[in-house]
């Protein structure tokens, strides 16, 4: 399969590429879309192994729910610095004005839509880079002699050990082939992420991964291969006919579980409505009312220069009160939650003051 460079922020015919994550649900959840990226953050120990669950600048998760902190997540790139919930408004405001006027390139305060689509690259290169830097610090955990190819074994041993087993003893009764005792549920985990590490084994296959071949195992939206199968995997989740497609009921389609409130009911409302505009404006290309796997997998492509524009002219398109299709100081504090997560106030009386 091939590596997919950062996308560069010239906007030279590369273009930019998404891709979904692994983001899981209870039997009883309504729906796992409505989580934050801050709520994730802090599930994920940093001695942790595996592929993460959630990869920033990612429109869908891997089980094909929608990433809801998309947004935000392109529009501020790594520095989130400044605008968490008790952050000072005076400050956020502030801060947000000088991303504003970054991506004004022109310095005529309006941000247009290839300024836009420019800063959206840009920020979904930071997200590679992170990813590059992550992957370069687990591939070194699991390569303990530094020959710079890690085994499947050398790969389940570290697993494990990360799980609370002890690594010499898993270490020696894998290279006695031995029977390992582990649970039904680090078994199946166990399972999937052997299939998955066959998909990231470039061929000719030897089960060896490189370090570019283990950074598409952990983030496979560094490797085309590697968004093929994820694609396949959601369409396997979400396929309740078997044709291979999805249809807009199977994509909208609630998850397992029940409501007893209206709190629980308008959650799942606001689920059906987010995955139909979704499947019905931008992933349905063709608009013949059924998803391809090749329209999916275009979709999820973070190096297609296409969908950073169209992504561009949605996120002005959000909050352009004026309808002349740029974005203004104003419009732009006034909608802050939108773009960075925090609900900014007094947004017409501090902008020039901001400015």
Not at 1 to 15: E, F, K, T
Not at 60 to 82: P, R, S
Not at 94 to 123: C, P
């Amino acid at each position: 399969m091939v590596s997919r460079q950062a996308p560069g922020c010239s906007l030279a015919p590369h273009s930019l590429w998404l891709l979904g994550a692994v983001l899981l649900v209870g039997a009883s959840a309504r729906p796992a879309n409505h989580s934050s990226a801050r709520d994730r953050a802090g599930h994920r120990e940093d001695s942790e192994i595996l592929p993460p669950d959630h990869l920033n600048g990612v429109k869908l998760e891997m089980d094909g729910h929608l990433n809801k902190d998309f947004h935000q997540e392109v529009f501020l790139g790594k520095d989130t610095d400044g605008f968490e919930e008790d952050a000072e408004p005076r400050k956020s405001r502030r801060k947000l004005m000088v991303i504003f006027s970054k991506v004004d390139v022109n310095a005529d305060r309006r941000i247009s839509a290839r300024e836009m689509q420019r800063w959206i690259v840009e920020k979904t290169a930071e997200h590679f880079q992170e990813a590059v830097g992550e992957s370069r610090a687990h591939f070194r955990a699991v390569d303990p002699d530094g020959d710079g190819r890690v085994s499947w074994d050398e790969y389940k041993v570290k697993f494990l050990a990360s799980k609370g087993h002890n690594e010499q003893e898993v270490a020696e009764k894998i290279k006695n082939d031995q029977e390992l005792k582990v649970d039904e549920e680090t078994q199946e985990v166990l399972e999937n992420l052997k299939d998955r590490w066959y998909q990231a084994d470039n061929p000719p296959p030897d089960l060896l991964l490189t370090e570019e071949e283990f950074l598409s195992f952990l983030h496979p939206e560094h490797s085309r291969g590697m968004l093929r199968f994820m694609v396949k995997e959601i369409v396997r989740d979400l396929d309740q006919d078997g044709d291979k497609q999805l249809s807009l009921p199977e994509f909208v389609s609630l998850p397992a579980g029940t409501v007893e409130n209206q709190r629980g009911q308008d959650i799942d409302d606001s689920w059906v409505r987010d995955r139909r505009k979704e499947f019905e404006e931008l992933i349905d290309a063709n608009r013949d009312g059924v998803v391809t796997m090749e329209e999916l997998e275009e979709y999820m492509d973070p190096m297609n220069e296409y969908n950073a524009l169209t992504e561009a002219k949605q996120m002005i398109a959000v909050a352009d009160e004026n309808q002349n299709r740029h974005l203004e100081p104003e419009e732009v504090l006034k909608y802050s939650e939108f773009f960075t997560g925090s609900k900014l106030v007094d947004y017409a009386r501090n902008v020039h003051e901001e400015f």
